[in-house]
């Protein structure tokens, strides 16, 4: 008779490839726990510094690649991809997720020379790609659908997206079964409670993010001392480091010397939650390029009301006059307007905040709800 094979079948293996190890600590820790819990051997590849502990913790393990995202050198490029492909081979990949432009492009390249089908492609914003509606601009987003949709797709590749205008400027049917659309890294609402709002006045804004001139940061600055010259009472707070590998980072003596007249540069704050429990409102004058920016989440989970630009990303989480007030990219003057509105009226205010807690709650921007959405996809890839 025959003796049945009792070994226990080999584990899947799920392989992140990720730039930053602080990247994939800040948004994708919980979606590396969820793989771990499913059964699957996970790996982050990525470059380490200060965060490899913290990955490791989820149950997955750390695998280093040094690659410079800034880096536009094809052949630095071509080089990481062939260390990656032998990183692949390595850990018998069954799914490659790659995340963020750069690594969708030389992970996409690593995979193809792996010979690893199953490719999921988290497009995390088109950066300064996406954001320029120029013609050199629509050329760099051409040859991205061409690559993504062509060279480095295979017919398992799964598109994951952070609004539909991204799937959109790629090519894509935001329908499309291979495309799912989720909302950002997600948040979880428990962790960021609804602390009572401050007095009033003066207003007090909070924009917490990199500090890069796409995030508007300027734009913001202008717009307090517009409002505040017309005597408006309202403040802003910077919260936020420039970042050293970005060539949009704004300098540290330009953030100096913002701070005055209403205005502060906190520098990097590690609770995000008290930076919105001491403020009314969360400003980010995005210029464009975000995929969904974890700052609106997070200010939104706290219940505060949320001021931003008409740009993807910060428009599919804020609707206009529900969860806050949305105005036209790089125009100091309607963002000035829009702090004068709510510095005016403290009850709109909280009803822009309690809208904005519920619209995370219920409107698939959890923690939850993202990682349900991309387990799903793994199970699809390896049925």
């Not at 962790?191 to 401050?198: D, Q, T, V």
């Not at 330009?254 to 001491?278: F, K, M």
Request: proline residues 7%.
């Amino acid at each position: 008779m025959d003796v049945p094979n009792l070994a226990p079948a080999p584990m899947r293996s799920l392989v992140f490839v990720v730039t930053e190890d602080w990247f994939f600590a800040s948004h994708f820790l919980p979606l590396a726990r969820a793989a771990v819990a499913m059964g699957l051997s996970v790996a982050v590849v990525t470059r380490v510094r200060a965060h490899r502990a913290a990955i490791e913790a989820t149950g997955a393990r750390v695998v280093p690649l040094e690659a410079e995202r800034s880096s536009l050198n094809p052949m630095a490029a071509g080089y990481a991809a062939g260390q990656l492909a032998a990183i692949l081979k390595a850990l018998k990949a069954d799914i490659v997720h790659c995340i963020a432009l750069r690594a969708i492009l030389v992970g996409g390249t690593a995979a193809a020379m792996a010979n690893v089908p199953a490719r999921v492609y988290a497009l995390t914003g088109l950066g300064l790609i996406g954001a320029r509606q120029d013609r050199v601009g629509g050329l760099a987003r051409t040859a991205l659908r061409h690559l993504i949709r062509g060279a480095l797709a295979s017919r398992r590749t799964r598109f994951l997206f952070e609004n539909p205008d991204d799937a959109r400027a790629l090519g894509l049917d935001p329908a499309d079964t291979a495309v799912t659309v989720v909302g950002g890294a997600g948040v979880d609402p428990a962790a960021y409670a609804s602390a009572p709002l401050p007095p009033q006045p003066p207003l007090r804004a909070a924009l917490a993010a990199r500090m890069l001139w796409s995030k508007g940061v300027d734009v913001a600055v202008e717009a307090v001392r517009l409002a505040r010259g017309r005597g408006v009472p309202v403040e802003l707070s910077l919260h936020g480091a420039p970042d050293a590998s970005n060539r949009r980072a704004i300098p540290e003596e330009t953030l100096r010397g913002w701070s005055r007249d209403g205005v502060t540069w906190e520098g990097q704050s590690r609770d995000v939650a008290g930076v919105y429990a001491a403020s009314h409102v969360a400003c980010l004058p995005s210029r464009g390029g975000e995929g969904l920016p974890r700052t609106l989440l997070e200010a939104a989970a706290c219940g505060r009301a949320l001021v931003t630009t008409d740009v993807p990303g910060c428009r599919d989480l804020v609707r206009d006059g529900i969860e806050g007030m949305v105005v036209p990219p790089d125009d100091p003057e309607a963002l000035a307007g829009a702090l004068a509105r709510l510095a005016a009226d403290p009850g709109l205010v909280a009803a822009l905040g309690e809208a904005a807690r519920v619209r995370i709650r219920d409107g698939g921007f959890t923690e939850a709800a993202v990682t349900a959405a991309v387990c799903a996809i793994y199970r699809e890839l390896l049925a």
